[in-house]
Each structure stands twice: as C-alpha cells, then as structure tokens.
C-alpha cells in the first residue's frame, strides 16, 4: 500500500530512487519492487514542490502509481499519452524530465500548471479544459495507422469529465474506425462503480490475458460460420461480463471494457497494462483512485484541496468580497425576490460561489456536470416556459457553448443572464483559462446586452439591468477582489446603455470598460484627462462617444479583452459610421497569448496597469 503522509515537508525530502530518474526510459530499468519505493517518493516529492509553488494538489497525488505504471508499460514519448484536463500531470512533468524545473511551477517564464507541447516532446497535447483527450488520442491513433505505425495511444480521463458530450461523442467513433488505442477512465470519486476487490481484480487479470482474448477470436471465428450461434455466444458473453463489472455501457458502444480495478495497486496496474497494451481495436480500462491519495488532509477533504496556495506564503489575503462573491449574494437576494430566477452551473459551484444558493434553493439550482453546451440550452428551454434562468459559468468556458449560445438562446431572443466569471487575464493557470475573448465573441451577436461593471457596485447594478432585460444579457467580472466599492442593496437595474462620467479634463478622453477604471483615474491625474465608466459594450453609449469626439483631440479604449474586435473596436466603427475623424487608441490584450505570471504580471505586460496606461498615451501624444 502506498505510505500516507499527515504534513507537507518544509523542506526537500531525501528522495534517493527519483533523484536517479530523470527521463521515462531510465524508469522502465526498475523492477516492479522498486516502482513501490518510487511511487512513495514521487508522493512526497510531489507534496514538497507543490507546498514550495502552490497549484493544482489532490488531483496528482491521487495518480501517482498510475503515472508510474503508464511510463513504466508504455514507451513513452513514442507511445503517446493523452491527459485530460492535466490537473494530475504533475507527477508526469516529474518523471520526465522537469523534476528540477518544478519550482518554476505557474511562475512567469516557468513551468505550466497544463500539460504544454511547446514545454516537452512527453506533453502529447495541450490540455487546461476537461474531455478532449479522447477525441485527441483517436485523431493520433487514426494518423499512426494511416502512417503505418505501431504506436500505441493512451488518453486518461476522469469521472468528471466523462460527464462531457464531447468525450461521449469520441467514445462513439473510434470504435467505428476500428481504432487500437486505450482510455483509462480515472474514477476517483467512485461515481460510476465502487466494485473494488479481489473479484474485479481476478477478473481485469482473465479479461485482458493473451488466453482469453486468443480464445476469443478462436471461438469468433467457429461460431460465426454456425447461422446464430455467434451471436448468441456474443450476448452470453455480454450478460456474464455485466453481471461482474459495470462496463455494459462502454461494451454496447464498441469498447473492450476491463475493471474496475485499484488505481493504487500498482502490481495490478503493471499486469493490466501489459496484457492491454497489445490488445487491439478501442480498449476501456476502469481504475478507481482516491483524490488527495497519501496525503491525509486532502484524503478527508479533496475539494479543499482541489489546488493550494504556498505554504510558506505569509502576504495577507486581501479584504473585501471576490467578485464571485458579490454575483453569489446577488443571486440569493434575486431568488428570494423573484420565484422564478434558476440557478445554473457547469460543475463550478465553488468556483462561482454558487454554494449559499445551492443550499437555500435547492430546487432551483442545477449542477449539469461538465457540459457547457447542455447548460446553455438548459437554460434556453426553461426561458421557453416563463423561466429566469441565470448561467453562472467562467469567461472561458462559455467558449465552448458558442454555438449554443447563439442558435437556441440569441436567435430566439430568451431570457437568459451569462454572468460571466473570470473575465480577463487569470494569472497563474495560464491561456487556457484566461476569459481573452467574451466581448469580441458576444459583440457580434445581434440583440445581445453585454455589461463590463468597473467595481464591486457596479456588478450588483450591472446584474440587476441584465436580470430584468428582456432578451440575453452578458455581465463580465473579472476574478479576485475589487477596489472596495460599498455594495448597494438594491435589486433595481440602471439605465441601459448609459455611460457615467468620472472625471472630466482635457485634450485626452479614457473610455474604460470594466475594473481598469481606478488605473485610468490614476493615469488621468498626471494627464488631466477625461475618465468614461462606458459599464456597456453593447449598446454602446452612443452620445456619451459622440460628444467625446468632438471636444478631445485622442480618445483611448481600455479593456481586459483581445482588442480585435472588442469594444474598442465597437468605439471606432462607431465613429466610422458617423463619419466622426478622432484619433483612437486602443489598449487591451495583444494578438497573442499571454502566459502564466501573476495577474499584476500580465497586466502590467499588456500595459494595462496605471503605468502602461500612461506610458501608452504619451508615447501616442508625442508621436
């Protein structure tokens, strides 16, 4: 059995047999006894860095022996390996050949919290959201063979994201192709089965041996020249298998089911593998794992510590409610207001402080899993029937609802609020969680009320005038705490498309729109320049810019956005149409990926804090 440990070490623990691995292939020279002492210490190694750097923790711990066990059957990079998500790739970046680049871990210029092709050949496919591994493994075990290869493809994918259509819609393909490839479902939550034992494991052992699988097709082969006696073999087969394991599902899809099996034994691991490892067409391996595996606390508490900060961080949280929270007390003081308001989430309760509402309104509140997609027409056929449905969900996952979005919620004018969680640049988890590209992607679709509140206040108001629009609106906050705004109790909306005026100066007029508001006023000081809340992307207020225009000599935009197509480009065609020449000067987030740095990092890299702001203005007025 693995060991469990109770603390996370201050300091590097001695780890003699991981020190010597430094790529995959010295792994593979083990013998299976010291792949137990390896496991142990890639644990405790694990515990260390992740205490040192902060980041993603229970996911890891808890396939640590399967990490071991894959590297150790499979010749990895050769062989690819597909992880989902990635928020358990750490102890894989350990094994291959990062161990010492770990501290580096979500820090600018360093390591990634995701799996990242750019970082190592052994990082298959980028990764960050759930569900694409198996659609990404068959599209590599489609090229192999098409190349003739003998390559093997492994995606790893948890229970959770197993809950994606998308994953569902690849599990249906490969087998119609014929596809010799592997998909290890991680369940560490027990929810597909908790049928763990010495039966299952006799039974992954018979199942995936060379005797069963050549009597199999020996077998295939005499009954299928008998009329009806393969099928009814066929249908026995299938009857017995499901009486003893839970895979009937993946069975009837075309998948060779095995399991469930310990993700923890990794004896049972090595031998499962080895003996699916030459098994041909699509093969489904269940293993059942523990989230937090060896580490205690996590073990009692996995939500928790889901990811952690530094251990040894000793700066002070910051005081006042997280934008999130100021959604989630909306939403409560909403529901008690108005019976019809329904909550939705894509599996981030937590994460969107949805928890209080969860629990006061039971009824009202739907988790849907990991499924963006169903989410969004969820929500458009509850608005069908005089429903209030609001989306909680992160700027970045609305992305894959775009479709969605725009055919069963827009094109029909519902009533649907997207109160639209981690607008902007995220920091540490890097490009695939920043929210770059909500305005340009909403502003394009006709009849849409897109919101941009510039503190905690102007959220509240902001979801208010979404609620009561009639038609989709878009309210997008960024994640974190806000300047400290005092937070009104009113339920009632405010005018919609109307800008408000800040501070009023010359030659130079700011229009912001979102939390960069308090950077424009600072930068204004030294300018004397005029500072806009523009508060709406779409409608945009028209007036408010016109007369801007006219009285100032450069009018600059400022957002948290990719710039093509954001509301700064909203502000110019504008402009364009009324013929209205002003010199413009747009400040946003560049044509390009921003990487993992803290959030002031990247702010400041795109100029979008105080000092940038400035210093992109003058440089334009001495120019």
Known sequence: MPKTFSEIPLERPETPLLDQITTPEQLRHLSETELLTLADELRLHLLWRVGQTGGHFAAGLGVVELTVALHYVFDTPEDRLVWDVGHQAYPHKILTGRREAMDSLRQKDGISAFPKRTESIYDTFGVGHSSTSISAALGMAIASKLQGLERKAVAVIGDGAMTAGMAFEALNHAPEVGADMLVILNDN???????????????????????????????????????????????????????????????????????????????????????????????????????????????????????????????????????????????????????????????????????????????????????????????????????????????????????????????????????????????????????????????CIPKMLIMTPSDENELRLLLNTGYRYQGPAAVRYPR??????????????????????????????????????????????????????????????????????????????????AIMGGAGSAVGEFLEQQQQTVPLLHLGIP??????????????????????????IEQRLSS
């Open 189 to 443: 939550d027990m929810s597909i089965s908790n049928n763990v034992g010495g039966l299952s494991h006799h039974l992954a052992r018979i199942l995936t041996s060379q005797t069963y699988a050549s009597m199999r097709e020996g077998s295939k082969k005499i009954l299928s020249k008998l009329p009806g006696a393969w099928q009814l073999a066929r249908k026995t087969e299938e009857h017995a298998k499901a009486m003893l394991a839970p895979g009937i599902m993946f069975e009837e899809l075309g998948w060779n089911y095995i399991g469930p099996i310990d993700g923890h034994d990794l004896s049972a691991l090595v031998t499962t593998l080895r003996n699916m490892r030459d098994l041909k067409g699509p093969q489904f391996l269940h293993v059942i794992t523990k989230k937090g595996k060896g580490f205690a606390p996590a073990e009692e508490d996995p939500i928790t510590y889901h990811a952690i900060s530094k251990v040894k961080s000793s700066s002070p949280a910051k005081g006042g409610p997280r934008y999130s929270n100021v959604f989630g007390r909306w939403l409560c003081d909403m529901a008690t207001a108005d019976e019809r308001l329904l909550g939705i989430t894509p599996a981030m309760k937590e994460g969107s402080d949805l928890i209080d509402f969860s629990e006061r309104f039971p009824a009202r509140y739907f988790d849907v899993a990991i499924a963006e997609q169903h989410a969004v027409t969820l929500a458009a056929g509850m608005a069908c029937e005089g429903m209030k449905p609001v989306v909680a969900i992160y700027s970045t996952f609305l992305q894959r609802a775009y479709d969605q979005l725009v055919h069963d919620v827009a094109l029909q004018d519902l009533d649907v609020l997207f109160a639209i969680d981690r607008a902007g640049l995220v920091g540490e988890d890097g490009p695939t969680h920043a929210g770059s590209f909500d305005i340009s992607y909403l502003r």
């Open 480 to 561: 974190g705490t806000g300047p400290g705004a005092a937070i009104t109790q009113s339920l009632e909306p405010v005018a919609i498309g109307k800008a408000l005026l800040r501070r009023q100066g010359q030659k130079v007029a700011i229009l912001v729109f979102g939390v960069q508001l308090s950077e424009a006023l600072q930068a204004a000081e030294t300018l004397d320049a005029t500072v806009v809340d523009m508060r709406f992307v779409k409608p945009l207020d028209e007036l408010m810019v016109e007369e801007l225009a006219k009285t100032h000599s450069l009018l600059v935009t400022i957002e948290e956005n």
């Open 591 to 616: 044509d390009r990926y921003i990487e993992q740095a803290t959030p002031k990092q990247m702010l400041a890299e795109c100029g979008l804090d105080a000092a940038g702001i400035l210093a992109a």
